[in-house]
């Protein structure tokens, strides 16, 4: 019997969008998961011995950042004497210490990325040549979807190098859900929902804004907010300057699928910011949403929305900040309810054609075999 390829696949930390990809790997090649987070948590996985799973203990922070890394990485991958090492995120010190242990060691080296929109900080310039070099001389390159390949090219990686692996998130067609239209006492509105974390990139203050033009209009419309975090109190504060009054902030989500069940459009206003996080990396709540063949809106500041989104057809994808675009897109989708519909029914198709675990484990298989074949 052949024997398998010794995988090392590093990434920050185990949620349950990535299991699926895990556990195909774990059965394909003798496979180890890296975890690099801090706050990485593994414990609550029982397939953790099958994927050979290390996290680290000791960290160094990196200094005028709230980062920190693990140096032992370096060390683990040079004695682990993998055939391919896949590592996630160009801009991270693991992902760097990962590639010279790789290339030092013989071995081949896959960088995985959704990294689309380079972060504009004075660190981020200072690093971006040795990113370019990694991207240049890494065997294989794995990008999330069309604008990580655009970022690929522009850093110099050859096309042929270069695989789509498409971001994929939990298909809740079939989740069980509850009734939260009687519970909220909403049988008579048409529902919009935001979920995600409230951070100023996410940029809920804009859809705010949007609903308060949509509501001074109309009283059919309610807005559902669903998530947690540090930006919440401006837009809670700014949610009673508008005076608006048909919107709910209902906290952290647990039952996700029940709640895109109550809604009618999901939007993710997100924006460009001047940041180490300046846009939004990809956005799988856009395809968690898809799933349960709902429409969309989404900005130009989403990585994501060039891939899920068919303008006009299942959603659109309007300027970020821009408030009254984002009034018109809701206004168009929400007062159509044979549009509605049919960009629901599209939303689902796509999800269910192009973004399966099936083609995202076909990205890594794909990019294991070039690099092999390549040796």
Not at 332 to 342: F, H, N, T, V
Request: with cysteine; hydrophobic share 40%; glycine share 6%.
């Amino acid at each position: 019997m052949k024997e398998k390829l010794k995988v090392a696949f590093i990434h920050s930390e185990i949620r349950d969008y990535r299991v699926e990809v895990v556990e195909r790997l774990s059965e394909k090649y003798d496979f180890s998961l890296i975890l690099t987070w801090d706050k990485s948590k593994i414990d609550s996985y029982p397939q953790k011995d099958e994927w050979k799973a290390k996290s680290y203990q000791f960290f160094l922070k990196i200094p005028g950042t709230n980062r920190k890394f693990p140096p032992g990485i370096f060390w683990d991958l040079w004695r682990g004497n993998f055939d391919v090492v896949i590592s996630s995120d160009t801009t991270t010190i693991e992902s760097i210490l990962a590639f010279f242990a790789t290339k030092l060691r013989g071995k081949k080296f896959i960088l995985w990325n959704e990294l689309w929109d380079y972060p504009p900080l004075f660190r981020f310039k200072l690093i971006k040549p040795l990113l370019r070099f990694m991207t240049r001389k890494s065997d294989a390159l794995i990008a999330a979807g069309s604008k990580a390949r655009d970022l690929y090219l522009e850093f110099g990686g050859k096309p042929e190098k270069i695989f789509i692996s498409p971001n994929c998130a939990v298909d809740y067609k079939n989740a069980k859900i509850w009734d939260l239209r009687s519970k909220f006492k909403l049988a008579d509105k048409k529902v919009i929902l935001y979920l995600g974390r409230i951070v100023q990139y996410k940029g809920l203050d804009v859809l705010l804004k949007a609903f308060s033009e949509i509501e001074s209009r109309r009283d059919d419309m309610f807005l559902v907010v669903g998530g947690e975090g540090p930006f919440e109190e401006y837009c809670r504060k700014l949610s009673k300057d508008l005076g608006l009054s048909n919107i709910k902030f209902v906290g952290f989500v647990s039952d996700v699928a029940s709640y895109i069940a109550l809604s009618d459009l999901f939007v993710l206003p997100a924006r460009f910011m001047h940041d180490s996080v300046p846009s939004e990396a990809w956005g799988l709540v856009l395809n968690e949403v898809m799933s349960m063949g709902k429409p969309v809106i989404a900005t130009d500041a989403v990585a994501g929305a060039f891939d899920l989104i068919e303008d006009g057809k299942n959603g659109f994808m309007v300027e970020n900040q821009n408030v009254s675009a984002l009034r018109d897109a809701i206004e168009k989708i929400i007062s159509d309810d044979l549009l509605r519909q049919s960009m629901g029914k599209r939303s689902r198709k796509i999800v269910e054609e192009s973004f399966t675990y099936d083609k995202m484990f076909k990205g890594f298989v794909n990019s294991i075999d070039y690099v092999m074949d390549t040796s």
